[in-house]
Nanobody, 126 residues
Framework: QLVESGGGLVQAGGSLRLSCAAS????????LGWFRQAPGKEREGVAC????????????IYANSVQGRFTISSDDAKNLVYLQMNSLKPEDTAVYYC?????????????????WGEGTQVTVSS
């Protein structure tokens, strides 16, 4: 089960941190990612990560639109995946989803994800 939290309303230039509680997942076995969907648009990948059994095995990928502003990370002890979002822009407004793919490389393509959360709304005002 994936449950997102941390969404809300923020002014442009502000920051938010999204959290995803991933119960029943062994982080070593899953690609864990964040996706978003704005009204009238297709769902798109934002960031995705995989981690092996050692921190040296962590791989992350980001959409060009968020590179340098967003950071994906995880806390294995708490089974949490985070998305730190800085320098937010109005075009970042969307429902943000946490997703997982079993034994997969990191991907920004929604069709490769096996499990999805319900989403959390992020609204950035100008």
């Amino acid at each position: 089960q994936l449950v997102e939290s941390g969404g809300g309303l923020v002014q442009a230039g502000g920051s938010l941190r999204l959290s995803c509680a991933a119960s029943g997942f062994t982080f070593d076995d899953y690609a864990l990612g964040w996706f978003r969907q704005a009204p009238g648009k297709e769902r798109e990948g934002v960031a995705c990560m995989t981690r092996g059994k050692r921190t040296s095995n962590i791989n992350t990928i980001y959409a060009n639109s968020v590179q340098g502003r967003f950071t994906i990370s995880s806390d294995d002890a708490k089974n949490l995946v985070y998305l730190q979002m800085n320098s937010l822009k109005p075009e970042d407004t969307a429902v943000y989803y946490c997703a997982a793919a079993y034994l997969a490389p990191p991907s920004l393509r929604p069709k490769f994800m096996d499990y999805w959360g319900e989403g959390t709304q992020v609204t950035v005002s100008s």
